[in-house]
């Protein structure tokens, strides 16, 4: 059985994302396109239904933004948010204009049709008012022909149309963001009801999927190779490689000194678990102690973005040493690479560089090895339902992001292996404690950071003078934004009091209240 899939149309949308995801959350398999996909692009996908999203721009532009005129008829139920129902407005004979007031934030949505017929069911379920996001400054002036009025909000009189019969339907609020309660109906109505769709794209099959799709792609032999961060993306790329192509799967873990506490250990004991419910074979994963080479490279060295740049360097030497020694066979290098990624990559514009990311972008093309990228269109939640679909213990696939560096980037100032030693056991005490109080799993992530200044102390009737730790946790959906978290009281003192008794050199704890902007998540 084939899944039945969505077409999103990208406008530019700074909420792109989430109602592709909002549509998979449906259980309906979404991809996004240019907003001007050709139709044999479209056509060769073969969606049954398509969503033309928002957009920064304006349809009042001297040459706006627009779809291709084939859509129009191209045979499936549409959808149109935000600007897409502006955009479907003007293509059709309708009129669009600056709105009198614009609106920003929540408003009402009061319908002013029954719904059943004249909506074809968009609005089942509805209340006759209801609280949504808005945010626009044009609107719909005039509906074009064919079109009826479904309903209106405080500052728009056009909140939402529809031609039943040619199966076109927008709304001038945004459905996907959570601020609009009743956003996960109107998808289910759409998608559902009025497209009729199958909702397939469940954890299981997707996982099947990607197994099945791996193995098809990577028939012809060879081993591959896997680069393990200890993260969750590769440790999933793994387990479905691993179901896939067996032992002809190559997983090298590069050990630079700046991993977690026992990382090398939870990742092969979490490979245990996916083993048991699996194929009861481990996959092989060699660990290389790189961490001479590491803390050699970076020695002396306090400038952020050299600490990145020299990481990434030694991470793709110390790779293909390893490969070009003990891996003659490989032929694939694979990737934990995810959609977000891919959707943002595609995007014009790109937002400025804040953080020179570690990745091993530039090793496929010097080791000349075919990229294998099995995860690249699942978001990060569908990436951690799969690892456990495939039996990744719970808590290792709802870990909190790390970066590539490492606790690099949250020692200030000259990496050592003595500061990384302290900074790992204070990070060790902090997430054991955030565990053990049960907060863990209700924060997106936690990190302690050490500061590269001292601060004069008393241990043991002793004056000491060391070097400080800061905590952090926070909250955050897409990583772009954070808000810190207010952590139980009882909680931070234990972390407070365990990190000054058990991490040697470490008379200070503080904890850091900023969210982001304008800090980062992470210190460097
Ligand atoms: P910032 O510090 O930019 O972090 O607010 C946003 C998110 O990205 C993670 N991060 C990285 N992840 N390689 C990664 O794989 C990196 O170089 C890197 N730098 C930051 C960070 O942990 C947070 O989740």
């Not at 989430?18 to 060769?44: A, N």
């Not at 699996?278 to 973005?305: C, I, N, W, Y």
């Not at 000054?500 to 304008?518: A, F, H, M, Q, W």
Request: with cysteine.
């Amino acid at each position: 059985m084939l899944d039945d899939k969505v077409a999103v149309l990208d406008f530019g949308s700074q909420y792109t994302q989430l109602i592709v995801r909002r549509v998979r959350e449906v259980g309906v398999y979404c991809e996004v396109f240019g907003h001007d996909v050709s139709e044999d692009v479209l056509r060769g996908f073969g969606p049954k239904s398509i969503i033309l999203t928002g957009s920064p721009r304006s349809t009042m532009e001297e040459s706006p933004l627009k779809p291709g005129e084939f859509i129009w008829s191209f045979g499936v139920p549409i959808l149109g948010v935000c600007y897409g129902m502006q955009v479907m407005a003007m293509c059709l004979g309708g009129r669009t204009g600056k709105s009198e007031k614009s609106e920003f934030g929540y408003s009402e949505l009061s319908l002013d049709v029954e719904t059943g017929q004249a909506d074809g069911g968009l609005f089942k379920d509805f209340p006759v008012t209801s609280r949504v996001w808005m945010s626009h400054g044009d609107e719909v002036s005039q509906l074009p022909a064919g079109f009826s009025k479904l309903a209106h909000s405080q500052n728009c009189c056009y909140g939402a149309m529809a031609n039943v019969e040619r199966q076109l339907f927008a709304v001038q609020h945004h459905p996907e963001v959570t601020e609009t309660a009743t956003g996960g109906v109107l998808f289910e109505n759409f998608l559902l009801g009025i497209c009729g769709l199958r909702a397939t794209w469940t954890p299981a099959r997707i996982s099947q999927q990607m197994i099945d799709k791996a193995a098809e792609e990577l028939k012809e032999g060879g081993d591959v190779l896997l680069g393990l961060s200890g993260g969750v993306d590769s440790s999933v790329v793994a387990v479905i490689l691993h179901r896939a192509i067996g032992p002809r799967l190559k997983c090298v873990m590069i050990d630079h000194g700046l991993m977690r506490s026992d990382e090398s250990k939870n990742v092969v004991e979490a490979f245990r678990a996916a083993s048991e419910a699996g194929s009861g074979m481990l996959p092989e994963v060699h660990v290389v102690d790189a961490r001479e080479q590491f803390f050699s490279a970076l020695k002396g060295v306090t400038d952020p973005e050299a600490k990145r740049r020299i990481i990434g360097r030694e991470f793709v030497e110390a790779f293909d040493r390893e490969v070009v020694t003990k891996y003659p066979n490989v032929k694939y290098l694979a990737q934990g690479t995810i959609y977000p990624d891919v959707i943002e990559s595609a995007k014009v514009g790109n937002a400025a560089l804040i953080k020179t990311h570690h990745n091993v972008g530039g090793l496929p093309e010097k080791m000349k090895l075919k990229l294998v990228e099995p995860i690249r269109m699942l978001f990060k939640d569908e990436v951690r339902r799969v690892g456990e679909i495939l039996g990744l213990p719970h808590d290792f696939v709802w870990r909190h992001p790390f970066p590539g560096p490492g606790l690099a980037v949250r020692i200030l100032g000259e990496v050592t292996p003595e500061r990384a030693d302290k900074l790992r056991k204070a990070d060790d005490i902090f997430i054991k404690e955030l565990f053990r109080a049960g907060c863990y799993h209700n924060i997106s992530q936690a990190l302690a950071a050490l500061i590269p200044s001292k601060a004069v102390g008393v241990k043991g009737d002793e004056r000491v003078y060391e070097e400080m730790i800061s905590l952090r946790a926070i909250h955050t959906t897409d990583f772009m934004t954070a808000t810190v978290v207010d952590l139980p009281h009882q909680l931070l003192v234990n972390v407070v009091r365990r990190i000054t008794n058990e991490v040697p050199g470490i008379s200070r704890v503080l904890y850091d209240y900023t969210d982001k902007p304008p800090a980062t998540i992470e210190y460097e």
